[in-house]
């Protein structure tokens, strides 16, 4: 590969982050492009190994996922690239250790509101060491019938109409990640389409500019002719300017800067991106697009006739003789993701459990059909949910007095769930109630339901070394340890648990004290701060108001550390989940239900063509 190309059809990389739809649009636009092999070497995932399952065409795959840079570099030393999801936060550190990594030469940055500093120390490593990075604030970018960048380009559909899944002779830069879109769409539309094309990114210092990939384009004999959107704020459109006066730049340059709107507007506007600011007469879209005019760039009245623009300096081309014309390709169907087809109500697929007597699939969980809050806010108790979720029937209220609210909450997460689960597939092996709620039981552990005793410790942890909630925080990071009982799947910061709420006003108006309960919503202000669902979760919250019930009650710092270490409060799990359990066991004997036998079409079976054969020494 020449040293002014990024990519090829062979190029592979890697993603930084759990980003596995960004990862799918990257294997589909290979498989559109009938690449030999997918893009995507692997993940790098700290928090966690093994692989995801994507899609190869028709054929699910695993992609592997590795907990470091290093690792990944080490297994995959062909993989040049890393597509870099992760936060602000984090970003310039992931992506510095990425470009001092010897078979790494080009990383992605997509996070917005990187510090400045660090970018520009990222750019002047990676021009020092012969390296590219793209962004920060960018969607990437793609090298049609080669290799896609993360989410760039849009849809398949999209890539197909704009005939993205093949070269043509055009050589796009943008500024803005939107507008790189429909940059595509009207290059297409007035040519033969692009052969490759980026956005550098919105923050005010890109780590590369609009100049580094023109000055690439202008030595790629493939690319005839370079189209190019820069904007209002900064002055990097005047190195294009420079570049073309000076005759570094010698192919046509059909440019526009956008913004020309903001003379119109009151005062001195902040548009979009970071960058998009005129503070000086020169750094205005007009001042811009007049001296882009004047040293010969191609520059249309408006951006109403930049197509129009595009399109006369292609026919000009063609008319010298200097594009060769395109052979276009059959291009493979892509299939509909199964949930997508779903959504779409274009398929129906039997189910293969009934459950009548919870429904955990809408906005709140439900026993019998009655709202879990509701099941709490008219006070069921422990004998209710009993018989909700074992007998189906509205309890007297003399027989729920016994109940305690951590019970109640806790009792049952439906039939998807391994506890659950297993007691149903025992249950309709013929098993008895005893071996059924067994089979349940042994699954609760650190995956499942170990969160409220995890939640306690971790919390815990943090108080007692007098850790401000940021230190904590960055302290389990540095040890690579999920923050157990943190995060959520439906509820968010804008949509909250009303479990949880439910809980914290039960505490406030009862608890004496609520050290631990108060540290937790502190450390939540943190973890909101990356993900609005990174609350405190139900799991969490029962964890460390039982140490703030246990603190009121005069245990010791040590007594109730003792209780952690003992599981103390995973028995208050496996108590109330029991309840559950039976319920699903009653449940299925009730309605009869057969024996049951996984489905064939829901196993990856990735056996090898043969096994490896093993010679004698």
């Not at 704020?233 to 913004?259: F, L, R």
């Not at 108790?381 to 016994?402: C, E, M, N, S, T």
Request: hydrophobic content about 40%; some cysteine; overall charge negative.
């Amino acid at each position: 590969m020449e040293d002014y190309e990024l990519f090829d059809r062979n190029t592979k990389a890697f993603i930084f982050g759990t980003q596995t739809r960004a990862g799918q649009r990257m294997l589909d636009f290979d498989y559109l492009c009938q690449r030999d092999e997918p893009s995507v070497a692997g993940f790098i995932t700290p928090t966690g190994g093994g692989y995801f399952k994507l899609f190869w065409g028709t054929k699910e795959i695993r992609i592997p996922r590795y907990r470091s840079i290093a690792d990944a570099a080490k297994a995959h030393p062909e993989a040049d690239v890393m597509v870099n999801f992760a936060s602000e936060r984090s970003c310039a550190e992931t992506t510095m250790e990425a470009l001092e990594t010897d078979t790494i030469r080009t990383v992605i940055m997509i996070a917005e509101g990187v510090p400045q500093r660090d970018t520009r120390e990222i750019a002047a490593f990676a021009k020092k060491n012969n390296k590219w990075v793209i962004g920060p604030a960018t969607v990437g970018g793609i090298k049609p019938g080669a290799f896609k960048i993360g989410n760039a380009a849009g849809t398949m559909q999209n890539i197909k109409d704009t005939k993205l899944h093949r070269p043509g002779s055009v050589g796009f830069v943008s500024v803005s990640g939107g507008l790189s879109n429909e940059g595509y769409n009207i290059c297409h539309l007035n040519s033969d389409g692009i052969y490759e094309g980026y956005a550098v990114g919105g923050d005010v210092y890109p780590a590369t500019t609009l100049i580094d990939h023109l000055l690439r384009y202008e030595k790629n004999p493939y690319i005839k002719m370079m189209v190019c959107l820069g904007e209002v704020g900064g002055t990097d459109e005047y190195d294009v300017v420079e570049a073309v006066k000076s005759g570094k730049i010698t192919k046509p340059v059909v440019m526009w800067t956008t913004g020309t709107c903001a003379r119109m507007l009151p005062g001195q506007v902040q548009f979009g991106h970071a960058g998009a600011k005129a503070d000086t007469e020169e750094s205005t879209a007009e001042a811009k697009n007049k001296a882009l005019k004047e040293v010969g760039v191609i520059v249309p009245e408006s951006f109403d006739d930049f197509g129009e623009k595009i399109k006369k300096t292609f026919e000009k081309l063609k008319t010298e003789g200097k594009i060769e014309p395109i052979e276009e390709p059959t291009v493979p169907h892509i299939p509909m993701d199964y949930n997508q087809a779903v959504a779409e109500g274009l398929v129906r697929k039997p189910t293969n459990f009934i459950s009548t007597i919870c429904n955990e699939t809408g906005e709140v969980h439900n026993y019998c059909g009655i709202p879990i809050d509701d099941v709490i806010k008219e006070g069921y108790g422990l004998g209710g949910v009993i018989g909700l979720l074992w007998f189906k029937k509205d309890l007297p209220q003399y027989a729920r007095d016994f109940i305690e609210l951590v019970l109640q909450i806790v009792a049952d997460h439906g039939p998807a769930v391994s506890g659950a689960h297993n007691t149903i597939v025992t249950a309709r092996a013929g098993k008895s109630l005893i071996e059924s709620i067994i089979s349940g039981i042994v699954t609760i552990g650190p995956r499942f339901g170990g969160a409220v005793n995890g939640a306690a410790k971790h919390f815990t942890w943090g108080m007692e070394n007098n850790m401000a909630p940021r230190e904590f925080v960055d302290a389990m990071k540095a040890k690579n340890v999920r923050i157990q009982g943190i995060g959520h799947r439906i509820h968010s910061v804008e949509n909250p648990d009303a479990r949880v709420e439910i809980m914290i006003n039960f505490a406030r108006k009862h608890f004496p004290k609520t050290p631990l309960l108060d540290y937790a919503l502190a450390v939540q202000m943190v973890t909101t701060m990356k993900k609005n669902t990174l609350i405190l979760n139900v799991d969490g919250c029962i964890g460390v108001l039982c140490v703030d019930m246990l603190k009121n009650l005069n245990y010791s710092d040590s007594e109730i550390k003792e209780m952690i270490d003992m599981g103390f409060f995973n028995a208050l799990f496996i108590i109330g989940r029991t309840i559950g359990f039976m319920g699903h066991y009653f449940d299925q004997k009730r309605l009869k239900t057969p024996l049951y036998r996984h489905p064939w079409d829901d196993i990856l079976y990735d056996v090898p063509e043969k096994p490896e054969k093993v010679e004698n020494k």
